[in-house]
């Protein structure tokens, strides 16, 4: 991934540091100079996601906790795999949250 982390959000999905029990921003400056801003588009789904009723506060664990542990490989750009080592068990609650919503947003859990 060659976008900042505000836009990870999307491809998680699709798939001021912060704390790991601290929130994520979307609006996160990357440390690592390479890192392509992410657009309009990219914050605007990583806000959607962080205001889900269901799942946003997971979304919001998983994406502070990433970009705490954020890592830049030799050509600056982030190291998904170094970042997110941490994290892999916030990004598992987000995720079965997020897949055990029913459409329309009624959370089952």
């Known amino acids: 991934m060659k976008r900042a982390l505000g836009c990870l959000c999307v491809v998680v999905v699709s798939l001021s540091a912060v704390g790991c029990n601290s929130g994520g921003s979307c609006t996160y400056k990357t440390l690592c ?19 889900d009723p269901c799942c946003g506060g997971l979304y919001s664990d998983y994406l502070g906790c990433m970009q705490s542990h954020q890592s830049c490989t030799s050509d ?34």
């Open 33 to 51: 100079g390479a890192d392509v801003a992410p657009t309009a588009d990219e914050t605007t789904q990583c806000d959607n996601k962080l205001s």
């Open 76 to 109: 600056g750009v982030t190291d998904d795999n170094a970042s997110n080592a941490a994290c892999n068990d916030k990004l598992a609650k987000y995720e079965n949250c997020y897949f055990g919503t029913v459409e329309g947003g009624t959370c089952r859990n």
